[in-house]
């Protein structure tokens, strides 16, 4: 069973950094692109970024460009997303995502993790 | 950056309608639509994926049609599970732009 399981959210100060991890278990990591998807309370999904199975190809939103940086580590079958230089408008959950083999949709999402950034 | 648009907002319903919603890319996507069902406080899950493909396990009540800029997602029998706020996603270009989402309730 493909299983998504992210923790790390919690209660930040603007500026603040976080570190959010998720792990993966039913399927092989290393051969899937993955993603992090953000939603604010109340309001749509955002796509935020997206990592190739390599880590060779790397995208961010414009939105977090600079201040967050994507990475994995297919030993340890886990993805992560440092989050620098927090702001209000980062208050979110958090979902990593699985993109599907043909690299075109996200077939597998996890139960995500609440940031919130406040003082 | 590719802009989604979703219509309506929100309906309201009976179990039983017929319930058709529309996404709309601000250029051409080709067939790189797919579609999203949330309910509240979970994760999305998807449901279609290349426009009308239907993913595994998800009921054949839903369908979705489309392609260049234009997209449908339609349920044929809605069902007391299906409501929900359903979104579109681009998946031609990032970033991978989502819509503002369709909530379906009961009328």
């Known amino acids: 069973e493909v299983q998504l399981v992210e923790s790390g959210g919690g209660l930040v100060k603007p500026g603040g950094s976080l570190r959010l991890s998720c792990g993966v278990s039913?399927?092989?990591?290393?051969?899937?692109?993955m993603n992090w998807v953000r939603q604010a309370p109340g309001k749509g999904l955002e796509w935020v970024s997206s990592?190739?199975?390599?880590?060779?190809?790397?995208y961010y939103a414009d939105s977090v460009k600079g201040r967050f940086t994507i990475s994995r580590d297919n030993a340890k079958n886990s993805l992560y997303l440092q989050m620098n230089s927090l702001r209000a408008e980062d208050t979110a959950v958090y979902y990593c995502?699985?993109?599907?083999?043909?690299?075109?949709?996200?077939?597998?999402w996890g139960q995500g993790t609440l940031v919130t950034v406040s003082s | 950056d590719i802009q989604m648009t979703q219509s309506p907002s929100s309906l309201s319903a009976s179990v039983g309608d017929r319930v058709t919603f529309t996404c709309r890319a601000s250029?051409?996507?080709?067939?790189?639509l797919n579609w999203y069902q949330q309910k509240l406080g979970k994760a999305p899950k998807l449901l279609i994926y290349?426009?009308?493909s239907l993913q595994s396990g998800v009921p054949s009540r839903f369908s979705g049609s489309g392609s260049g800029t234009d997209f449908t997602l339609t349920i044929s029998s809605l069902q007391p599970e299906d409501f929900a706020t359903y979104y579109c996603?681009?998946?031609?270009?990032?970033?991978?732009?989502f819509g503002p989402g369709t909530k379906v309730d009961i009328k």
């Open positions: 995502a699985r993109t599907s083999r043909s690299g075109y949709y996200f077939d597998y």
């Open positions: 039913g399927f092989t990591f290393s051969s899937y692109s």
């Open positions: 990592i190739s199975s390599s880590s060779s190809y790397i």
């Open positions: 250029q051409s996507i080709s067939s790189y």
């Open positions: 290349a426009a009308s």
């Open positions: 996603q681009q998946s031609y270009t990032t970033p991978f732009t």
